[in-house]
């Protein structure tokens, strides 16, 4: 009896970490357990590593987004407009024009900010602000009358890192119809929060498609498809 135990005792002694962790059936240590120099060991950890690494890279995709949107608070000194738009004030009815920041931390691989300054005035409802990437185009539409008085120019190889892009004329009474109140921007901001949550919790399906080594994930519209990418898009933008 004591001989079986010695050799029960013996036989765990020698299990492989693996086999002892039940990732593998069966494996013998024959190296003195020196992992370190075990070639068997660092086949079983590269193996494990390219399992692992496209759901990490999954979930980056999407955590960053949710850090960017966790990071953003409401400021008092931009005017946060309807459909996206954002504005600051540089002398009476004057203002800089830009992309809400909600809707930035959306936005990827974005090849061109577009603003047709040759449309000097812009009615509402018409599109003052077009964003292409390789996942298409969507529009922002003026939410008021609006007057173009000149484009901000960008040399940035990332339109994104220009705040503002243009300088427009918003008369005081067109800027109190478009503006969003703080209750209005602070839903926006958990409706934002709530469809970046939903797509955390999709992860695994949403990716399958990305799971085949065939592609590395490193953007939203790459996890959720570009048609789906441009309706969240849109859906941010009231459409």
């Not at 962790?21 to 024959?30: A, M, P, R």
């Not at 478009?178 to 999709?202: C, F, P, Q, T, V």
């Not at 939203?220 to 898009?233: E, F, N, R």
Request: glycine share 6%; aromatic share 6%.
């Amino acid at each position: 009896m004591n001989n079986e135990n010695e050799c029960h005792s013996n036989y765990e002694k020698l299990k492989c970490i693996w086999m002892a962790s039940q990732v593998i059936e069966y494996k013998l240590c024959d190296n003195k357990f020196d992992c370190e120099n075990c070639m068997f060991d660092k086949v079983m950890r590269n193996l494990m590593n390219k399992q692992e690494t496209p759901f990490k890279e999954v979930a980056s995709v999407v955590d960053v987004v949710s850090g960017k949107l966790n990071s953003i608070k409401y400021d008092d000194k931009i005017i946060y407009l309807k459909n996206n738009l954002v504005a600051k004030e540089i002398c009476s009815n004057t203002f800089y024009l830009g992309i809400n920041p909600i809707l930035n931390c959306f936005l990827d691989t974005v090849s061109s900010i577009t603003i047709d300054d040759g449309i000097r005035s812009i009615s509402t409802g018409q599109q003052i602000i077009q964003i292409s990437g390789i996942w298409g185009t969507v529009s922002l539409s003026s939410p008021v009358k609006i007057l173009i008085h000149d484009k901000v120019s960008n040399t940035n190889d990332n339109p994104l890192m220009t705040q503002w892009h243009a300088i427009i004329g918003i008369e005081n009474r067109e800027l109190l119809r478009g503006r969003l109140s703080r209750e209005e921007w602070d839903n926006m901001h958990l409706r934002a929060l709530s469809i970046i949550e939903e797509i955390k919790s999709e992860v695994p399906k949403v990716g399958d498609t990305m799971m085949d080594g065939g592609n590395q994930i490193k953007f939203l519209h790459q996890l959720v498809g570009t048609k789906k990418y441009i309706i969240i898009l849109n859906t941010l933008n009231g459409q």
